[in-house]
Antibody
Framework: EVQLVQSGAEVKKPGESLKISCKGSGYSFTSYWIGWVRQMPGKGLEWMGI????????RYSPSFQGQVTISADKSISTAYLQWSSLKASDTAMYYCARSPTDWYFDLWGRGTLVTVSS | DIQMTQSPSSLSASVGDRVTITCQAS??????LNWYQQKPGKAPKLLIYDASNLETGVPSRFSGSGSGTDFTFTISSLQPEDIATYYCQQYDNLPQLTFGGGTKVEIK
């Protein structure tokens, strides 16, 4: 089955670090981009950035540049989104999604809920 | 930065009604416009790509049109299972993929 499986929900304190994951299966992981999308509670979708696991080419939305790091390990078909110091405003659902070179997202993970609270 | 203006932000329609949502780009994006459906508590789902191409498996009552700066998404006959929020997304300018603000569709 073609799918993206995301890691489970996280509850963290402000200032803590975090790395969430997105594992692809059922397709050639290195032939598609993987993007990350944030959805804050009750709000719309925001594109954060995208990585091509084949060569780790990574692009960031200007809004998220320097705030998060996107990486991938093609040997285990997994992409990552990480924070070095979380803030309460990072509380959101984070989706990973697959993109062919035409930059639409045709396959989505179920999302990882990140809650940051003291 | 390309801004996407999606309207309306919400609408209420009866089963069987024709529903239309528009998305306007702040500059020419050719046909680089996609549409997604997000049901409550679920991940988004691709419905239309490249402005007018129906994703495999998506019912034909969904359609998209437009090019340049003005785009339209249509549900030809609203069904109860279409209750969701719909988003447009442009990709003309990397690294700046942008989603519209969303349209919440409810049944009257």
């Amino acid at each position: 089955e073609v799918q993206l499986v995301q890691s489970g929900a996280e509850v963290k304190k402000p200032g803590e670090s975090l790395k969430i994951s997105c594992k692809g299966s059922g397709y050639s992981f290195t032939s598609y981009w993987i993007g990350w999308v944030r959805q804050m509670p009750g709000k719309g979708l925001e594109w954060m950035g995208i990585i091509y696991p084949g060569d780790s080419d990574t692009r960031y939305s200007p809004s998220f540049q320097g705030q998060v790091t996107i990486s991938a390990d093609k040997s285990i078909s997994t992409a990552y989104l990480q924070w070095s110091s979380l803030k309460a405003s990072d509380t959101a659902m984070y989706y990973c999604a697959r993109s062919p070179t035409d930059w639409y997202f045709d396959l989505w993970g179920r999302g990882t809920l990140v809650t940051v609270s003291s | 930065d390309i801004q996407m203006t999606q309207s309306p932000s919400s609408l209420s329609a009866s089963v069987g009604d024709r529903v239309t949502i528009t998305c306007q780009a702040s500059q020419d994006i050719s046909n680089y416009l996609n549409w997604y459906q997000q049901k409550p508590g679920k991940a988004p789902k691709l419905l239309i790509y490249d402005a007018s191409n129906l994703e495999t498996g998506v019912p034909s009552r969904f359609s998209g049109s437009g090019s340049g700066t003005d785009f339209t998404f249509t549900i030809s006959s609203l069904q109860p299972e279409d209750i969701a929020t719909y988003y447009c997304q442009q990709y003309d300018n990397l690294p700046q993929l942008t989603f519209g603000g969303g349209t919440k569709v409810e049944i009257k």
